[in-house]
């Protein structure tokens, strides 16, 4: 069992920055795939960066490269992501997400099985 909470959203203007932080509480070690997805009102929920704990496997959605990091500490119990240079189509519901392997850090939200609550980023321009 996995649970995830979110935390860090809230409002910016255009240009600015934001970390979130996801704090992960599990009953084992074992490795994840672990990822920051985003829902915007009317539209799909989206994979933007995502992260195997266990070393090789890591994404970036094409409208986040070069602006978002995700990262994660040694003890596997946070996942951070920081973003810089928002812009107002980064206006989004933002939800950490984790599952077990076999799990392919690129996956759709279908693939994961765990998720937090949301945390709420909204970028005026």
């Known amino acids: 069992q996995v649970q995830l909470a979110e935390s860090g959203g809230g409002s910016v203007q255009a240009g600015g920055s934001l970390r979130l932080s996801c704090a992960v509480s599990?009953?084992?070690?074992?490795?994840?795939?672990m990822a920051w997805f985003r829902q915007a009102p009317g539209k799909e929920r989206e994979n933007v960066a995502a992260?195997?704990?266990?070393?090789?496997?890591?994404y970036y959605a094409d409208a986040v490269k070069g602006r978002f990091t995700i990262s994660r500490d040694k003890a596997k119990t946070t996942l951070d992501l920081q973003m810089y240079m928002l812009t107002p189509e980064d206006t989004a519901v933002y939800y950490c997400?984790?599952?077990?392997?076999?799990?392919?850090?690129?996956?759709?939200?279908?693939?994961?099985?765990?998720w937090g609550q949301g945390t709420q980023v909204t970028v005026s321009s």
């Open positions: 997400a984790a599952t077990s392997p076999p799990c392919i850090v690129y996956g759709s939200a279908r693939h994961y099985a765990y």
């Open positions: 599990r009953a084992s070690d074992d490795d994840f795939c």
């Open positions: 992260i195997y704990t266990g070393g090789n496997g890591l």
